[in-house]
């Protein structure tokens, strides 16, 4: 059984290692165009699906006298494991994303154009209704800052900012397979975004800074993973996503599919204090259904290094640098994060 465990978290780092952008991909389905300029809006990482949550159950006993620990997962990769039934969790994260460069078509870096900051701040309450099943909702407020733009406004505006309400997510989730000492715990997902945030009627003199939202609704359903490795917890998710079509100052668009293959792990350094690496990501393409994309296809593959402070079984705190390493059509950015969870 301990070579069985060794080989699983060889192949778990392999992963890690191995994995680069082989296809299209589109996380914003907003830009306009064949091959559109990256446009200041809603940073990348701030509309991942998922989060921290009630990560492990309390802690528990393998079967061989090991005791599971309780955590409440990674920052941004979602966990498997669901909400006990009755329960509520409350997550507020707290970004600023410092967009540094882009990443054009070629999949290189290019000058941003300017300087171009993004906080945003997730509202994440998550409620167990049933056994083995939870539903969340995600309240996401973004505001954008561009200074220095080398491509002024109508009236020569260089700098701009604005603020509001993203793309509010609804997500269900519902556990398939209970952990074992063998088997990992397997969750399916449906979740849908709603076209909540500014898209269109947009002021030319706001730079784009009042880019909020996608403009599509996102219909998304996949799997998310889970196993107790000691000391390490590993998290997998696998999602497909089909955008509708929408329309917006430049007319119709009919955004691409894509899908969604985050990994993460956190390493137990003592009962408190947990380490954690993710490396989160999208790739799309076509659209299984309706017209021919015409939008720009985007991708970004990006790592969070972070650590969690459980300061008591029902509170929690992590703190994450998420990085942009590899991208199309997308930005190059380096965001702060802060998350605190709090379970009822």
């Known amino acids: ?138 309240i996401p407020y973004a505001h954008n800052w561009a200074g220095k733009v080398t491509e002024p406004g109508p009236n020569g505006e260089t700098s701009a900012n604005s603020g509001g309400l993203a793309d509010i997510n609804l997500t269900l989730k519902y556990r398939l397979v209970e952990e074992t000492e063998t088997l990992p715990t397997v969750t399916a997902l449906f979740a849908t975004d709603f076209a909540t945030g500014k898209f269109k009627n947009l002021n030319p003199i706001a730079l784009n800074t009042d880019v909020l939202g996608g403009g599509a609704y996102v219909f998304t359903t996949g799997f998310n993973v889970s196993k107790y490795i000691a000391p390490f917890i590993f998290y997998g998710n696998l999602w497909y996503s089909m955008p509708t079509s929408y329309t917006d100052d430049g007319g119709t668009k009919y955004p691409g599919d894509f899908l969604t293959v985050n990994l993460a792990a956190e390493y137990l350094l003592t009962k408190k204090w947990i380490a954690l690496l993710e490396l989160t990501s999208y790739w799309g393409g076509g659209r299984l259904f309706g017209p021919k994309v015409n939008v720009s296809r985007q991708s970004l593959f990006s790592i969070i290094p972070g650590i969690e402070y459980m300061a008591t079984d029902k509170f929690s705190v992590a703190l994450g640098l998420n990085i942009g390493l590899v991208g199309k059509n997308n930005y190059a950015a380096i965001a702060p994060l802060l998350s605190m969870i709090y379970a009822f």
Not at 30 to 59: K, L, Y
Request: proline share 7%.
């Open 1 to 138: 059984m301990r070579s069985a465990r060794y080989l699983l978290m060889v192949l778990f780092v392999l992963a890690f290692g191995m994995v680069k952008p082989v296809w299209s991909a589109e996380e914003s389905p907003g830009a306009a165009g064949a091959e559109a300029t990256v446009q200041v809006g809603t940073p990348a990482e701030h509309t991942a699906i998922g989060g921290r949550s009630a990560g492990f159950d309390p802690p528990k006993e393998t079967g061989k006298g090991e005791e599971i620990p309780a955590t409440f997962g990674p920052i941004i990769t979602d966990t498997a494991i669901p909400v006990e039934k009755g329960q509520f969790v409350i997550q507020p994260t707290f970004g600023y994303s410092f967009v540094n460069s882009v990443f054009n078509s070629n999949w290189k870096r290019e000058s941003a154009g300017g300087n171009f900051e993004s906080f945003f701040m997730d509202w994440k309450l998550t409620y167990g209704p049933i056994e083995n099943m939870e539903v969340f909702v995600v």
